[in-house]
């Protein structure tokens, strides 16, 4: 869901009182792709203690007349979002300087003043919304996906539950040393969707997804971790890593004897 104006009216979520909680966002904004970005503050006061950036993005657009710090009319603040519950990472952006999820990032830990700005690995659309048409056309070039119903190992259903959790959000590539739109290297929104086919697929079917992590994964990738930290879904990204780099090897080491 993209938000370019609520269609919804939504009252702020508290009133001013002796427990409200003012923030001053600070959004790097942008008309559009041609534009220049400038930056527009904005002051939000909640009484709700679980209120995260999502709130309040949400709060601000649900106003009849939006003015930004200094009172002056603003345009309704561009973002995407769909679940609101840290399931989908449509509303990925960069918080306080490290990408997150909006309706993950609560208010009350990240300071009295917060800077809000688009994930910056990726075209920017308008605002906080970028293109990450990138990163599912990378698994379309793969052919990250079954082509047939089966039943999971046993053995191997833990790495397979495991990836299975990703959220395609783009947060892992952002923090990415090696990862660049247009590149070959795919990172972990590639690498570990991968993983997870590796554990699925029967042993004479592999060779192929194998060859395509090796190639977009395994030889771009240096290892700086910088992406175990930062994943919203809490994934074990090096022991997804360290298998698949694993079966990678291996069958690189079978190819070159065939």
Do not use: H
Not at 114 to 129: N, Q
Not at 156 to 162: G, H
């Amino acid at each position: 869901m993209i938000f370019s104006a609520r269609t919804v009216k939504m009252p702020e979520t508290g009133r001013k009182g002796v427990n409200a909680m003012t923030t001053e966002l600070k959004i790097l904004r942008r008309e559009s792709a041609q534009s220049e970005a400038y930056r527009q503050s904005f002051i939000f006061e909640t009484e709700d203690e679980n209120a995260a950036v999502s709130t309040a993005l949400t709060a601000l657009n649900a106003r009849d007349d939006l003015k930004d710090k200094d009172g002056k009319p603003a345009k309704p603040i561009r973002w995407e979002c769909s679940c609101l519950q840290k399931k989908c990472g449509a509303c990925a952006m960069v918080i306080n300087g490290s990408p997150r999820l909006a309706c993950d990032s609560k208010l009350k830990e990240l300071g009295s003043v917060v800077t809000v700005e688009p994930l910056r690995k990726f075209p920017v659309v308008a605002d906080l919304i970028v293109d990450r048409k990138v990163m599912f056309d990378s698994l379309r070039e793969m052919s990250v996906w079954l082509k047939s119903e089966l039943t999971p190992d046993e053995n191997t259903q833990d790495i397979a539950y495991e990836a299975s959790g990703c959220l395609q959000c783009g947060c892992c590539l952002d923090v990415c040393p090696n990862f660049y739109a247009g590149g070959k290297f795919v990172g972990m929104a590639g690498g570990v969707p991968v993983s997870r086919l590796i554990e699925q697929l029967p042993k004479d079917e592999k060779s192929e997804i194998l060859k395509e992590y090796r190639k977009r994964v395994y030889e771009g990738c240096g290892k700086s971790l910088a992406c175990r930290k930062i994943c919203p879904a809490g994934l074990d990204i090096e022991k997804l890593l360290v298998n698949s780099n694993a079966a990678s090897v291996w069958k690189s080491l079978f190819w070159r004897k065939k």
